[in-house]
């Protein structure tokens, strides 16, 4: 099955059957696809109903089962051990990262327009997110450790063979991954990946063990008496293990997780809205003012931007909203159904079967948000967002399972525009009409997204 018509199909699909419809994968797979509030309301908000389904198996040679893959206690208990690394005053310490990294991206911009050269969103916008999620991940810089141009490379490969794998119901049973050669391919594929995770787990346990400094437990207390301390998310896992919560094998899980899926999605993120921005003038115009509004009185006050400036900037907000609306960079969610499950008209989404809620239909439904193509920020005006369904806009996923770093994404997106914005103007390239939509983990094109940047 071609990406690319699998894409286009989901699309056509809801119309067709005037809804969410349902088909068998295989003879013995019932399949929900979910495009409606109606359905995917009682699935996301339910507290039984929160196991991945078996799509996700295809990711488990890879990351293993971490927080994105397993289920039950096991979930629970990682949930628990990583909610610490996204404590408000760890991610304001993450934000000093991602300026650092905003600014060598910023760098890359100003050399096509030395050039006269549009920019390709993709791979500007991966190389950063890539970056700033394995130094706040692991602690490490990736441009200075041995192996980390490998690591890039073979983790963006990994993710265009499993797309394979997933276009391909036969190879999910893992005799035929086997016999068609698959599997060696990928284990290939795999392990400079994981050597290279493992070597970094290993020097900062190091680290962590020859501190000066005893380490010290993230609770709020030492949080606050220790505003300066830059954390990675491995320290918590490191501290986790001192107390026998987990073991190597679960931190490499976690790191690996972390790195494939912090930087994909919001890399895919940061594409969709420097291609809106682009086609918006007027919305980059009022989101310019807006930052230079709140830039204009740091100057003033000699201070450098912090985190906290960002909540001053209502419009921003609501404009990366609308973007995450438009471009879901995640476009579907697969859970597996445990029990039965009665909707208000008295249908029954049956236990066994498998839901797929595809957040771009949901996005694009005209009763939740009416002329769903056009691009409106006052969509998330405080009095629109109170009359809307809330599992409507559901970009992080929603409900007891919904993302834990999406605030974490949120900061990012917004130091990238903010900064980015000040220092240029972006002008359309890339038409819509001209990009070739593909089924993949996340939201992409097989043709490149191009913008130009303008210096100011």
């Known amino acids: 099955m071609i990406p690319a018509t ?135 810089k990736l441009s200075t450790v041995s192996g980390a141009d490998v690591y890039r490379t073979k983790l963006y490969e990994i993710g265009e063979v499993l797309v394979h794998r997933l276009m391909r119901p036969w190879l999910l049973n893992d005799f035929l991954c086997r016999l068609t050669g698959y599997k060696a391919a990928f284990d290939k594929l795999l392990l400079p990946v994981h050597s290279f995770t493992t070597g970094i787990i290993n020097m900062k346990r190091k680290q962590f063990q020859e501190s000066l400094e005893p380490s010290v437990e993230l609770t709020e207390e030492n949080i606050y008496l220790n505003p300066k301390k830059r954390y990675a998310m491995l320290d918590s896992l490191l501290l986790a293990e001192q107390k026998q919560l987990i073991d190597e094998a679960g931190i490499r899980e976690e790191v690996d997780t972390f790195a494939f899926e912090g930087h994909d999605t919001t890399a895919a993120a940061l594409v969709f809205i420097f291609f809106t921005l682009a086609r918006e003038p007027a919305v980059q115009d009022r989101i310019y003012s807006e930052i230079l509004q709140v830039y204009s009185n740091k100057l ?14 209502k419009f921003l907000d609501r404009a990366l909203k609308e973007c995450l609306r438009l471009w879901p960079p995640v476009t579907f969610i697969s859970r597996s159904i445990s029990e039965d499950i009665i909707l208000d008209d008295g249908s029954l989404i049956p236990a066994g079967c498998v839901a797929n809620i595809h957040i771009m ?91 130009r940047f303008e210096r100011r």
């Open 6 to 140: 699998t894409y286009q199909w989901a699309r056509k699909w809801p119309k067709r059957y005037g809804g969410s419809y349902r088909f068998w994968f295989s003879s013995t797979l019932y399949v929900l696809n979910v495009v409606r509030v109606r359905e995917a309301e009682p699935i996301l908000s339910s507290t039984r109903n929160i196991d991945k389904s078996r799509f996700y198996k295809f990711l488990h040679p890879f990351l293993g089962l971490g927080l994105l893959n397993s289920n039950g206690p096991k979930w629970m208990h990682r949930r628990r051990i990583l909610t610490p690394s996204f404590h408000f005053n760890i991610l304001n310490g993450f934000h000093h990262t991602f300026v650092e990294e905003c600014d060598q991206l910023l760098a890359t911009i100003d050399e096509h327009v030395d050039k006269g050269v549009p920019t390709a969103l993709q791979p500007v916008m991966s190389k950063f997110t890539l970056n700033t999620i394995c130094e706040t991940s692991m602690g490490v």
């Open 361 to 451: 239909d949901l996005h694009h439904d005209p009763e939740q948000f009416p002329d769903p193509e056009r691009f409106d920020a006052d969509r998330f005006l405080p009095e629109q967002v109170d009359r809307r369904n809330p599992y409507a806009y559901v970009p992080f996923s929603a409900g007891p399972r919904n993302c834990i770093g999406q605030k974490y994404a949120m900061m990012e997106l917004k130091v990238v525009v903010v900064n980015a914005l000040l220092k240029f103007k972006v002008l359309p390239v890339t038409k819509l009409e001209d990009i070739n939509f593909v089924a993949d983990l996340v939201l992409r094109s097989t043709n490149p997204i191009e913008v």
């Open 300 to 313: 003033q006050s000699a201070l450098a931007f912090t985190p906290q400036d960002y909540s001053e900037m």
